[in-house]
């Protein structure tokens, strides 16, 4: 008996065993510095002198400030910009590719498109920002040559667009994979019918493609959301946040309130406004999926 | 970029005593002639010490082009005292103020450094902080060696040293590790492709333009990049048209003074003649420069060392910066090597900073290229500094006469920042130049 108690309470604990290493990392790196977060947005602390307990004033300040308000505009906006062409043009790349074209291609554009995605975003930002040079750059040479905007980096109209553009080169490729996956686990025999059927290529598509690739599309601008949200290192890279804050990233503008005016609390309300603004935002999209996601 | 940028804005400031300071003038009185011979007085002084065995950890800005360069700096500090473990930490930025907030971070997050390497822009924050140790005790004990290397260092350096530093009457910074002013670096064969004579040291904005415009159309090469960068790009221009981003004090912005506009309106006019490469590249100034395609680039000491790497010694000749009217004029900061307050070293970090603060280091420094000038005169008229340098090396050190010290209040990250930002807009025709400096003044007046 005691034998069996022993192995039941065994048998009880391993399952927690084999979870323990997600526990600890998902304690160490996400939980005690969301707790450390908030404890920070209640005081005032410049790293090296006393902290000071300073309640909810840090908030109070958040809404007040007209740089924090540029800043989420522009995260917002970029945001948006990405979930919209990472989602709509994976899926076209997606769609084409699954179409019979010789495999060789295919697998020449999969790489092509997923490549940037294995860069490091400060590798992405100083190529980029090689490519366009406004007097040497390759890139800004031939988009004025077709009509595009030169020296957009510099421009406070252009600078924000161009970084979207480079966003999406960079991590197009992870969403079409995602969604040319979706795509392709639909099962052929459903595509089969409906042709038999007479469904064009383009009912085929509205009727059996789109429905059923949905949760890789819900997934991609989950992810695409998550990501563009918290947008740093192109902006530091790239134009600093400028000109003229036409670039400051929320993200960035944490960064330059907790390193470098060295206002820790202040830096520590950023961080609690971005988790707390990303839940909503995340939470919300799995509500509304239920209304358009398939659901195999 | 990284390479301008690093070596951009010099080391850092020091902070004198004002019993130091008065003594030091006294001494100072006594000429160049003795406080040259003093210095060499010290370097045979410079034997080992009589130091327990310790360790000491010294961070830098610094990046790889500079890493040789440092390296010999050390070596000699490690040959004089076998007995001390040292290690150094380099943090290559991209500018002085990014540095300063790095180590800052770094220093919260826990990190133990004995010795900083400090320029202008840091100096007020970590004094500000109470991080660093008044020197004032240490210099005492060594009164002789530093009134020796005081005595030998440029007396403006000791003002600014006194005047920018905090106002607590203590010392924590000695005005001796390095400066760097700004000055012209012009490519000579670039000026004889396009038949023209080098210019003197008199040369205004209006014979600069003009040159411009010949070169441009004889050779097809830049004149020179306009660029926002605060040390190298900004200050130079609103220095000799007499105008400042603050006031001497660095309590009240001066941005948008009738002569600040006017430096912003002649740098815009540089770009918009494509005098300039457009603002915003990531070209490099000195292979553009040595290649033939910029016929002169600004900057301190640092261009030597690239310079060199490319045998284009030769190529150059360094004049003052061109001034509008009699407004000689240059920006300059220096570096500082403060000791932090919780070194468990202290002794030997002292030693480290006597090293770096005297002729012994300043020499190892400015035979190797170093990336600043040598604060002491001995040393910056000696041929250690100027052998395998441009003709016109010299004027590196005598620009001190003339120059203003780099405004770097407290929030001087958040200053230059802002400074960048806008004058950049400027150049780049975003804003004009008259509404980009009330912008700037209004931005940074904010921050004062």
């Known amino acids: 008996m005691p034998l069996r108690k022993a192995k039941q309470k065994q048998e ?49 300040k958040l809404f007040k400030d007209p740089i924090a308000l540029e800043a989420v505009k522009n995260t917002f906006i970029f945001t948006i910009a990405s979930i919209v062409t990472h989602v709509g043009l994976g899926l076209i790349l997606a769609v084409a590719v699954n179409r019979r074209i010789p495999k060789f291609f295919a697998y020449i554009i999969r790489t092509v498109f997923f490549f940037p995605f294995l860069l490091s975003w400060s590798a992405t930002s100083i190529i980029w920002s090689f490519g366009l040079d406004p007097t040497f750059g390759v890139i800004d040479f031939y988009a004025g040559k077709v009509g595009f905007p030169q020296a957009t980096l510099i421009s406070s109209t252009w600078a924000l667009p161009t970084l979207i553009m480079i966003d999406l080169w960079k991590t197009l490729g992870f969403a079409f994979i995602v969604i040319l996956a979706g795509i392709q686990a639909i099962p052929s025999e459903i595509s089969e019918a409906a042709r038999v059927d007479g469904a064009s290529g383009l009912r085929l598509f509205w009727n059996i493609t789109f429905p059923l690739c949905t949760p890789a599309i819900f997934f991609v601008s989950v992810t695409a959301f998550i990501g563009a949200f918290q947008i740093f290192e192109p902006m530091y890279i790239m134009t600093r946040g400028g000109p003229d804050n036409a670039t400051l990233s929320i993200v960035q503008y944490l960064h330059m309130s907790a ?38 | 970029m990284t390479d301008k ?70 070596a000699g500090f490690k040959e004089k005292y076998p007995q001390i473990d040292f290690t150094a930490q380099a943090i290559p930025s991209a500018s002085w103020a990014e540095y300063a907030d790095t180590v800052a971070v770094q220093l919260a997050g826990g990190a133990k450094y004995d010795v900083l390497n400090l320029a202008t822009e840091g100096a007020l924050l970590f004094a500000d902080k109470g991080v660093v140790l008044a020197l004032d005790d240490l210099i005492a004990r060594d009164q002789e060696e530093m009134d020796i290397a005081l005595a030998d260092t440029h007396p403006r350096l000791v003002e600014f040293g006194k005047k920018y530093g905090p106002q607590d009457g203590k010392t ?33 904005w209006d014979d600069f333009l003009a040159a411009g415009r010949t070169i441009k159309k004889k050779t097809g090469a830049f004149m020179f990049p306009v660029t926002a960068e605060y040390f190298v790009g900004i200050m130079p221009w609103l220095t000799t048209n007499g105008a400042s981003t603050m006031n001497e004090d660095w309590t009240v912005a001066t941005c948008d003074t009738p002569q600040a506009i006017e430096a912003a309106e002649f740098a815009r006019q540089l770009v918009v003649e494509k005098l300039s490469p457009a603002p915003g590249g990531t070209f490099d100034r000195f292979e553009l420069g040595i290649k033939g395609d910029l016929a002169v680039f600004g900057g301190g000491r640092w261009p030597v060392l690239a310079v060199r790497a490319a045998n284009a010694v030769d190529k150059y000749e360094i004049f003052d910066f061109p001034h509008k009217g009699a407004n000689r004029g240059s920006p300059v900061g220096w570096a500082a090597f403060p000791i932090m307050k919780s070194s468990p070293n202290v002794d030997a970090a002292w030693e480290f900073v006597k090293y770096l603060s005297t002729s012994s280091g300043a020499t190892v420094f400015a035979t190797s290229g170093g990336t600043a000038s040598p604060c002491l005169k001995s040393v910056a008229e000696s041929q250690d500094y100027l052998a395998d340098s441009p003709v016109g090396t010299e004027k590196l050190y005598k620009a001190l006469d003339y120059a203003t010290a780099i405004p770097s209040p407290t929030k001087g990250n958040l200053t230059q920042r802002t400074i960048e930002d806008v004058w950049g807009q400027i150049i780049a025709g975003n804003i004009k130049p008259d509404a980009g400096m009330k912008k700037m003044q209004e931005e940074v007046t904010k921050l004062l």
């Open chain 1, 12 to 60: 009880r604990f391993t399952p927690f065993l084999f979870l323990s290493p997600a526990i600890l990392f998902f304690c160490c790196f996400i939980l005690f510095p969301l707790i450390g977060a908030f404890g920070y947005s209640l005081i005032t602390w410049d790293f090296f002198t006393q902290p000071k307990f300073v309640g909810l004033d840090n908030y109070g």
């Open chain 1, 259 to 296: 390193f470098r005016n060295f206002d820790i609390g202040y830096g520590a309300v950023i961080s609690v406004a971005i988790f707390i603004v990303v839940l909503i935002v995340t939470l919300t999209q799995f509500k509304f999926a239920k209304r358009w996601v398939h659901e195999g």
């Open chain 2, 5 to 74: 940028n690093v070596t951009e804005t010099l080391p850092e400031k020091s902070v004198f005593s004002r019993r130091t300071v008065l003594k030091s003038a006294g001494i100072g009185a006594a000429g160049i002639t003795t406080a040259a011979a003093l210095a060499a007085c010290s370097k045979k002084d410079d034997g080992p010490k009589d130091l327990d065995a310790a360790t000491v950890s010294f961070v830098f800005n610094g990046s790889a082009d500079q890493a040789k360069s440092w390296d010999a700096l050390f």
């Open chain 2, 172 to 204: 924590y910074y000695i005005p001796s590790g390095g400066m760097n002013c700004m000055a012209a670096w012009v490519n000579k064969d670039v000026f004889a492709k396009a038949g023209l004579e080098l210019p003197t040291d008199d040369w205004t």
